[in-house]
């Protein structure tokens, strides 16, 4: 059973970065590809990129390029998404999500997810 | 980049009506379209895929269809326990665009 489970809340201020784990569980890590979906507060759902667990290729939304990394480590099953020059519109949940089906390489729906991240961006 | 417009983006309907919510996308995407429910407070929870396949564990009166550009999402009898936001989603080349949300509440 695929299981995602996400590192804990953060603050942060404005101009610094936050680093946000997902930790997979119950399969084989380099099976499913990790997106990753952010919510601010009351709004909707924002597809932001995501990372091949397997050799570690990734895809932004072109909001977030050069602004995001996406990483794992395939040793501990788990991956990482860094956001920089945090500003005050960065402050939300952020999820990482499991592809709905192996092998199908981020064209696929998100079938699982984790539990969600808030970060929050305040001065 | 392709984008998805939900419509209405909310609506208020009695239990036991039957309740229809909108996608279009801006091209075709032929039946690679996924539907989410996000109840308050929680997690999203994928309800259908291809269009028109449901997730295992969903209830029956979800139903979705369309391909190409038009979809739909269909609640044949809302329940008290379907208030929730609906999202669809085009998944077939990055980036996974979502629609913009529809609020189901009960009249």
């Known amino acids: 059973q695929v299981q995602l489970v996400q590192s804990g809340a953060e603050v942060k201020k404005p101009g610094a970065s936050v680093k946000i784990s997902c930790k997979a569980s119950?399969?084989?890590?380099?099976?499913?590809?990790i997106h990753w979906v952010r919510q601010a507060p009351g709004q909707g759902l924002e597809w932001m990129g995501l990372?091949?667990?397997?050799?570690?290729?990734?895809s932004f939304a072109q909001k977030f390029q050069g602004r995001v990394t996406m990483t794992r480590d395939t040793s501990t099953s788990t991956v990482y998404m860094e956001l920089s020059s945090l500003t005050s519109e960065d402050t939300a949940v952020y999820y990482c999500?499991?592809?709905?089906?192996?092998?199908?390489?981020?064209?696929?729906?998100?079938?699982?997810w984790g539990q969600g991240t808030l970060v929050t961006v305040s001065s | 980049d392709i984008e998805m417009t939900q419509s209405p983006s909310s609506l208020s309907a009695s239990v036991g009506d039957r309740v229809t919510i909108t996608c279009r996308a801006s091209?075709?995407?032929?039946?690679?379209l996924a539907w989410y429910q996000q109840k308050p407070g929680r997690v999203p929870k994928l309800l259908i895929y291809?269009?028109?396949t449901l997730e295992s564990g969903v209830p029956s009166r979800f139903s979705g269809s369309g391909s190409g550009t038009d979809f739909t999402l269909t609640i044949s009898s809302l329940q008290p326990e379907d208030v929730a936001t609906y999202y669809c989603?085009?998944?077939?080349?990055?980036?996974?665009?979502f629609g913009g949300g529809t609020k189901v509440e009960i009249k």
């Open positions: 119950g399969y084989t890590f380099t099976k499913y590809y």
């Open positions: 999500g499991g592809d709905r089906h192996a092998y199908c390489a981020g064209d696929c729906s998100v079938g699982y």
């Open positions: 990372i091949n667990p397997s050799g570690g290729s990734t």
């Open positions: 291809g269009a028109s």
């Open positions: 989603q085009k998944y077939k080349g990055a980036p996974l665009t």
């Open positions: 091209q075709g995407i032929s039946n690679y």
